[in-house]
């Protein structure tokens, strides 16, 4: 770009110059010979131009003043556009850093509301952080369904599986099951494996630590009463339905009796028994079987949202294909695009190992895999669930609705796997094999010590 239209001018005037010059210095040039020719005596032909010439001489000079105005006039314009297109990027990124900041803010308050004492804000504040959690930040870029556009997600679903653990009031605990029904909902729509077994583990988790406490105060009820009695079992299955009929809910409650977590529990309330006085204690055993009963509700919330996860998941080879690697949010001030690409999206696991899942509804569930050492899935509905590599023989209680494993003829019967009683044990087991007459040279996949996989259909 010339930074001056004189430079233009003098260039054209050069130009034409050259050329007339060329033209008159010519031997034989036509056009000299026609300039010189005279018209009248004593008067050439070129003394006819000076007239018109100098009436295009005006022309000339006032363009000439024109043009470098012109010019200026184009840079200033290309200046001052320069300008209002930063101004106006200097006032979208303020906008959307402050939007930003408003919906931290906004998270950081809903979070705080989550510890309120009074039921109804923590419920409320529970359903407005799931809106937020499926929110994507004001910076957004793109359409895509992943941490970077959804910084609070998994920090959601976090914060509502810790808090379904913990919650005593029945209403707040349903509604956290209705935010965390949202978004499993949310991220099976948008098919972010990274998210579904994110919140899948997190339910876990939760799940096994309710569990613990469930146990803890089974030990503190044992402490006081026998639970070797069967009124004590159908006192405790009353208070505590996880599947029916009630002698299902039996048979799962004597697993976590004999359960080496009980047995300590019990021995330590006991000794705490015994050093409380006489009218403390009177309360405290009247207590035992309520605390029993709220702890039970609780293991059923965090195992019924755990469920209702499991039956979203996808198989492990098409959530491998869509998993998100997570990527922490960005940090303020907003960083332009282009700078550090995403790491490798890792393999999806379940990590289901010493969960309560006794009358779970795992309907159709994809639970390929899964960890299950230790888990009870006494009661549990396992039809047309998926169970490839999962080692059955692990876990601490079969439903006794599941009558095969594995696929084909050879696939195993399920009753032969007959748990052993876990007394001190979550994940012991006694695997009394019956192989089919069809494998008795080679045993089905599903009668090995470690089976390839199972698939229940």
């Not at 308050?109 to 930040?137: C, G, H, M, N, W």
């Not at 490839?388 to 019967?413: F, Y």
Request: glycine content about 4%.
């Amino acid at each position: 770009m010339l930074k001056s239209p004189w430079v233009l001018i003098a260039g054209i005037v050069v130009v034409i110059a050259l050329v007339l010059t060329w033209l008159l210095t010519r031997r034989d040039s036509k056009l000299k010979a026609w300039i010189n020719e005279p018209v009248e005596p004593d008067k050439p032909r070129w003394t006819y131009a000076l007239t018109p010439f100098a009436a295009a001489l005006a022309p000339l000079a006032a363009f000439s003043v024109m043009l470098p105005n012109y010019f200026n006039q184009q840079q200033t314009d290309r200046k001052f556009m320069a300008e209002s297109e930063k101004t106006r990027t200097d006032a979208t990124w303020q906008r959307l850093n402050l939007e930003t900041l408003t919906q931290s803010s906004e998270f950081n308050e809903i979070e705080s509301r989550l510890a309120s004492p009074d039921d109804k804000t923590r419920a409320v504040a529970a359903l407005q952080l799931a809106d937020l959690a499926v929110r994507p930040k004001p910076s957004a870029s793109g359409d895509a369904f992943d941490n970077d556009n959804y910084p609070f997600f998994l920090r959601t679903g976090t914060q509502m599986a810790v808090a379904l653990g913990m919650e005593q009031s029945p209403e707040v605990r349903a509604a956290y099951r209705e935010a965390l029904r949202k978004m499993i909902a949310f991220a099976d729509t948008n098919e972010n494996a990274a998210w579904q077994y994110g919140l899948a583990n997190q339910l876990a988790d939760a799940n096994r630590r309710v569990t613990r406490t469930f146990v803890e105060s089974l030990g503190r009820y044992g402490a006081v009463n026998d639970t070797r009695q069967a009124s004590t079992l159908q006192a405790l299955a009353t208070v505590a339905p996880f599947a029916t009929p009630m002698d299902t809910t039996i048979i799962g409650l004597r697993d976590l009796l004999g359960s080496e977590g009980f047995q300590a529990s019990r021995r330590v309330g006991a000794r705490l028994r015994n050093a409380e006085p006489g009218d403390q204690r009177v309360r405290s055993d009247a207590a035992l079987l309520s605390t029993v009963q709220a702890n039970a509700l609780r293991v059923m919330d965090t195992r019924d949202a755990l469920a209702d996860s499991l039956r979203t998941l996808k198989p492990i080879a098409e959530a491998a294909a869509t998993a998100t690697a997570p990527v922490p949010a960005l940090a303020l001030p907003l960083s332009l695009p282009g700078a550090t690409p995403k790491a490798a999206a890792p393999v999806p696991t379940l990590k289901l190992q010493n969960c309560y899942l006794a009358g779970a509804n795992l309907w159709e569930a994809h639970l390929t895999g899964a960890d299950v050492s230790g888990t009870s899935f006494m009661g549990a509905n396992l039809k047309h669930a998926d169970l490839t590599g999962v080692n059955l023989r692990t876990a601490m209680r079969l439903p006794s609705s599941v009558t095969k494993a594995g696929k084909g003829p050879d696939a195993a019967d399920i009753p032969a796997l007959k748990l052993k009683y876990p007394r001190y044990d979550w994940a012991s087991v006694e695997a009394r094999t019956q192989t089919p007459k069809k494998a008795e040279s080679a045993p089905a996949p599903g009668n090995s010590s470690n089976p390839p996989g199972a698939s229940v259909r």
